[in-house]
């Protein structure tokens, strides 16, 4: 690793700022409706999974722009060796850049600053190969967070690690779940301060949810906060939690039969971010577990919510379940992007998630109250989100159960409107969000499911289909303010990339058969597409190199669900040959497994 | 996830199979005690020498058995099997079992062997969860799933 600023740099950050004061000095570009913000020079680095504590994956980087985006070309590419689904996105810290492979999670980082990118070292754990079969959904990562000169990250069997930005030694390991218990560890940490908040995944193995607080230093465990289960393991204490719509105490238990919440899911695999003004910390849960709702009669709190907990002891402030008990598999653990909006006149602090269950909501991120909610994609299982209760208008012939049978044409699928795998992006320019969607429909069958220890805990059967309109996913801008989708574009198969937004209103996202796309960020025009040789799972990101140029770099390597979802578009087991999917049946004929690291420049 | 499972069967049902499928008899611990631990041996090892090691052989009581193998099906769902190998065992997040391909050997005892002591990558071992003649009925059932014809190539023509 190479600390020292050098003359390209010093160079870099001098041209960053002469284009920084022309576009502050630039009039009319941002949207006159909405509130305009200041905003400071971008470091031109990627240091954490959202690119800010906000989450809003917007870089301040302004080379790129709609007029030369046609002359991107590719500067370097790296195969990982692996071959698992490529979620998540590189880090670029001091010059370097970290790259985490799925299972088994080995640690690159690259020299930036030299000709060929050359590896600095790599560091390689040792995970167990138990976890590649609990994970649910293969054995992705989504990511490091850079923190005090550490490189933070979750190995998929139950470990955080931090790792020496410099050297790549470890500096702690510490387990944190169990997974003879059904729980891995997919997700990226979140640094606050001197707390690593981690959870683990499991939905369908039956855990008890939790959200732990690590010591920045040690990995100590300072805390461990469940999501289900009675007050006092939610760390919701007497007058500090403070739901907007929910005030009964132990709602964490009394929302399920007979102790159900012991084994009721709950997991925490997606995306935090952080407001230091409110010192709270957001994230979102996800399923209760079986999928068969019938074995855990009422709301199943807190599932498929948002909790906003203080970092440094992990106390529940407030939290809002978005699909009371859950008959669906309707996931909320899509990021929460923090945004200063524009509603009815007011600026808001507001929080905007894109949930599984197919609506956008725009929410006050200090209390929990719920001011806008609207279908960003094709739903049919709730009528509307009533703001009074903040509760779904469910439409009861959706309703799935195993008494029910086989429940059709139920829109969006438990893979969601947006997989939670897939974060957007907030324009501070353009006040748009823009957002990777799916539209498909499923039909849902439950059946009784029995919980075995260390074995799946799930009871439904959901067919997908393609949604009405002949298209199944799209790539679309969102205006949260109103709750209104400006415009879109539609691609063929889901969209299950992440996307970064820039500051000459440029957005990037990529394609599940292999195209990086630039789109502009204002009128939704593609500007420029490259096929990366497999479907992108992950999320783009950009940043200055030590040449003060702008680059852009993104993995290829279909999988996650799709791992599950194609299983034909894998072709490293000759012990494992499966037909294609009857939704996708041609996927593979597009696009097939295989890990790789890509840069672009002009 | 998507979950796929081959029967829908209430939750009296699937209990009272259980009980049938797993219930202990001394006859049945006689003859877990007769079958295991076997040697582990199945085509992909290559024997030094053209020796093959010596080891117990496994025969499957129930081989053929329609009925043990209508019984294996059940078990399959009960036992959360689908949940990873998916309905039907055509492959999930665990290894399609209908394709006529095995990672560990494909004979009755090397199938016995792998959902007995579980293998590398999350199969749990079931031989602390359920008798062996639960076992030799998921043996059979599996043995009695037909491998689609038109697997080696695909083709979207």
Redesign the interface.
Known sequence: MKWQRTTASMAAACVTALIWAAIALTPGRAAGAHVVHAQPPDDGEWTMPGKDYASTRYSGLSQITPDNAAHLHPVWTFSTGVLGGHEGQPLVVHNTMYVVTPYPNTLYAFDLSKPDYPLEWKYRPAVS??????????AVNRGAFYADGKIVYNLLDGHTVAVDAVSGKQLWLTTIAD?SNGETTPMAPFVVKNRVLVGASGG?FGIHGWVKGLDLQTGHVAWTGYNIGPDSELLAKPGQFKPFYDHAANLGASTWPNNAWQTGGAPVWGWMSYDSTLDLVYYGTGNPSP?NPEQRAGDNKWTTSVMARRPEDGSLVWAYQFTPHDSW?FDAAAEMVLADLRIDGKVRKVLVHFDKNGFAYTIDRATGQVLVAQPFVQENWAKHIDLETGRPVVDSSKLTG?SR?NVKDICP???GGKSPNSPVAYSPRTHLFYVSTSNMC?DY?A????R?R???????????YPGAGGYMGAFEAWDAAVGRKVWEIKERYPVWSGVVATASDVVFYGTLDGYLRAVDARTGKILWSFKVGSGIVGNPITYRGPDGKQYVAVYAGIGG?W???A??VRSD????????ADFV??L??HTSRGGLVWIFAL | MTRTTTLGLPAAAVVFILAAACRGTHADAARAQRDAPPAVRYPSHISAGGTAPRGAALANPYAGDSVAAAGGAALFTAMNCDGCHGGGGTGWVGPSLDDGRWRYGGTAGEIYMSIYYGRREGMPAFGGAMPSNGIWKLVTYLQSLQPPNDVPTESWK
């Open positions: 190969p138990n976890a590649v079969g609990v994970a649910c959904c293969d997974v369908e999928y598999d195993a049978g699928t438990l893979e499923m069958q059946v009784p499911a029995a075995i260390g074995t799946p805990y799930i009871g439904a059967n959901s067919p997908y669900d791992f599950l979802l299983g034909d087991d000759p012990a494992d040959v499966r037909a294609p049946k041609d593979a004929r």
